[in-house]
């Protein structure tokens, strides 16, 4: 039984050291870049506990979080609350004018995609603010998104969103009926990793909820 006991202890220890906690994101307000969207109402964010909370009223809006160095990771794991609901129709998840989910966290990986002249001069604010993540020479190969999606029909499929090639969403399923939300997840691009975008919306479906992040670890 010690043995059995000893044997399982190794392997547990031995495991967790390969799979190496690489980051756990400090909610420290100084960290993060806080977006808008043009004319959309911004949510409204506290950092002033241990917990990210971030309230949405009608509104929207990403918080990004730059690395200080970029590199690549294995997982992502993700603990939070969900305080209230999208005012959603059955079906409508996703489609225009009801594009809201309540929690995205999305990866920005590193490539060779980058802003002209002219898209410089005619781009939204949100948009070269991202872009300026990348380090010079560089540019953004993808921002891949883990969505916490209402809508179960939506559960374990991945889309290229219809306003941008750069934008893909990986719905990962619903919170539980007590709001817990909680995935660790692979992460399948080896590419490295600039920043971690965290966004939830509710502009679309006129909606009112909170969420409440714990933890967002990414492991490499």
Do not use: C
Request: charged letters at 15%.
């Amino acid at each position: 039984m010690l043995k059995r006991l000893f044997l399982a202890t190794v392997f547990f220890a031995v495991s967790h050291m390969a799979l190496g906690k690489s980051l756990s994101v400090p909610f420290a307000k100084e960290g993060f870049q806080v977006l808008s969207f043009g004319n959309i109402a911004a949510n409204t964010y506290d950092f002033s506990g241990s917990d990210l909370v971030i309230r949405v009223d009608n509104s929207a809006g990403p918080l990004i979080f730059p690395l200080s160095q970029s590199q690549s990771f294995s997982r992502l794991r993700v603990s939070a609350k969900q305080l209230g609901a999208l005012s959603l129709k059955e079906g409508t998840q996703g489609a225009t004018n009801h594009d809201d989910f309540t929690l995205k966290v999305g990866l920005v990986f590193a490539g060779q995609n980058r802003l002209n002249f002219l898209q410089t001069l005619l781009a939204a604010d949100w948009i070269k603010q991202l872009y300026r993540l990348a380090p010079a020479g560089t540019g953004i190969s993808k921002i891949h998104f883990y969505t916490v999606n209402q809508d179960s029909a939506l559960t374990g499929t991945i889309r290229q969103h219809p306003l941008s090639e750069l934008l893909y969403e990986e719905y990962i399923g619903p919170a539980d009926e007590q709001g817990n939300i909680l995935f660790d997840l692979p992460i399948q691009d080896a590419t490295e990793v600039l920043a971690l975008w965290i966004s939830a919306d509710g502009d679309d479906t006129d909606s009112s909820f909170e969420i409440q992040i714990h933890s967002i670890e990414l492991f490499n």
